[in-house]
């Protein structure tokens, strides 16, 4: 397995930002994808992707192989869950490596949350999804979306070798769309993917990433 990029890389944090003040969107009012509700919030805040990561995603989609479709699971996240996720996975590593470091621990929680003055699913650049068949049937791709480390054994890791010939396939299909339509894969989570996030700037030499961190209620609210 090639060596991964961790989110807590200081080379990512040193990536700058400038904003182009895209706004946010709504992936529900668009049809032609696949929308799930399982991360679904009361302010509806998981369905809201910047415009140009959602024309991507439709792209990534006629890319697909006949009989794929892109199931979207979550977009935004507002900062102060994405805290709460950093901090809670944060304390379950603790507890259960009491001899690590505050840095050691940064760093093994970034494998499955984004620290979150860093975290793309803020800047509503970052979108988890998974495959679907032409009847909207969810499809097997190795792991739970969500699966951590620990208890998957590592197989979340999008290259991961522990999971069946049928799921690398998939993978290997829905990566090779999301990659030809512009998107980069944060490789320790299958399902994770963004673009003009920091994460997608260092990996593409862009000079700085296009979306930071974004209040939902302030985007809705600006005039276009």
Same mark, same amino acid.
């Given at each position: ?14 990536? +700058? ?8 969107? /709504? ?12 991360? $679904?919030?009361? @302010? ?9 990561? %959602?024309?991507?995603?439709?792209? $990534?989609?006629? !890319? ?23 901090? &809670?996975?944060? !304390?379950?590593?603790?507890? =259960? ?8 621990? &940064? ?11 860093? =975290? ?5 650049? *970052?979108?988890?999804?998974? %495959? ?13 979306? /969500?699966?951590? +480390?620990?208890?998957?054994?590592? !197989? ?10 049928? $799921?690398?396939?998939?993978? /290997?299909?829905?990566? *090779? ?28 030499? *862009?000079?700085? @990433? ?15």
């Amino acid at each position: 397995m090639a060596e991964i990029t961790l989110m807590s890389d200081p080379r990512v944090a040193a990536v +700058p930002v400038s904003e182009c003040g895209e706004p946010l969107t /709504d992936v529900r009012h668009t049809p032609r994808l696949l929308v799930d509700g399982r991360a $679904a919030d009361p @302010a509806g805040a998981y369905a809201y992707l910047r415009q140009g990561l %959602l024309e991507r995603l439709l792209a $990534a989609q006629s !890319a697909l192989p006949p009989g794929l479709r892109l199931l979207f699971i979550e977009g935004y996240r507002p900062p102060e869950l994405q805290r709460h996720y950093f901090e &809670r996975y944060s !304390a379950r590593l603790r507890a =259960a490596h009491p001899a690590w470091s505050e840095a050691e621990i &940064r760093a093994a929680a970034s494998r499955y949350v984004s620290p979150p003055e860093l =975290a793309p699913h803020s800047a509503g650049a *970052a979108v988890d999804l998974t %495959l679907a068949d032409a009847d909207g049937r969810e499809l097997d791709m190795g792991t739970p979306w /969500d699966a951590t +480390p620990e208890e998957s054994a590592r !197989a979340c890791y999008t290259e991961a070798a522990n999971i069946p010939a049928e $799921a690398r396939a998939r993978r /290997d299909a829905l990566g *090779a769309a999301l990659t030809s339509a512009g998107l980069v894969n944060y490789p320790t989570e299958w399902w994770h993917w963004s673009y003009g996030d920091r994460y997608w700037a260092l990996h593409t030499g *862009a000079p700085a @990433a296009l979306y930071g961190p974004r209040d939902l209620a302030e985007s809705l609210t600006e005039t276009p």
